[in-house]
């Protein structure tokens, strides 16, 4: 996973992925451990609570599709990018961006996210 922009390309697909028993491997390939993951609405540790994190994402955004919305910009181990989740095609429901910190292994240890569009009530 030397590659950055495959790295987040892979990450996003775990958040596009439902079936439960892809999206646990893919979490356990592309995250460390005790990875943690911080945005304005939660803030989990470790595998578990990533997997539920994106669960109840899906859950709460059935159908709709996490897309990058930028190219990635990268230094040393850190990633940050926009992503966008919607309808493929059509304006973007929510729009925000993480920061990916990397592990010497290649796997992400740490992500911050922000949100830049929030709908209402959401």
């Given at each position: 996973?030397?590659?950055?922009?495959?790295?987040?390309?892979?990450?996003?697909?775990?958040?596009?992925?439902?079936d439960?028993?892809?999206?646990?491997?893919?979490?356990?390939?592309?995250?460390?451990?005790?990875?943690?993951?911080?945005?304005?609405?939660?803030?989990?540790?470790?595998?578990?609570?990533?997997?539920?994190?994106?669960?109840?994402?899906?859950?709460?955004?059935?159908g709709?599709?996490?897309?990058?919305?930028?190219?990635?910009?990268?230094?040393?181990?850190?990633?940050?990018?926009?992503?966008?989740?919607?309808?493929?095609?059509?304006?973007?429901?929510?729009?925000?961006f993480?920061?990916?910190?990397?592990?010497?292994?290649?796997?992400?240890?740490?992500?911050?996210?922000?949100?830049?569009?929030?709908?209402?009530?959401?």
């Amino acid at each position: 996973m030397s590659d950055i922009n495959e790295l987040v390309q892979r990450y996003l697909a775990a958040w596009n992925t439902t079936d439960a028993s892809a999206r646990a491997a893919l979490v356990a390939e592309l995250f460390t451990d005790d990875a943690e993951y911080t945005d304005p609405l939660c803030s989990v540790r470790g595998h578990a609570g990533l997997d539920a994190t994106i669960a109840a994402v899906q859950a709460q955004f059935a159908g709709l599709e996490f897309s990058l919305g930028a190219p990635v910009d990268a230094n040393h181990h850190i990633a940050r990018f926009t992503w966008h989740l919607g309808t493929p095609g059509a304006e973007p429901l929510v729009v925000g961006f993480d920061v990916a910190a990397l592990a010497e292994d290649g796997r992400i240890e740490r992500v911050y996210g922000f949100l830049d569009k929030v709908p209402a009530g959401a």
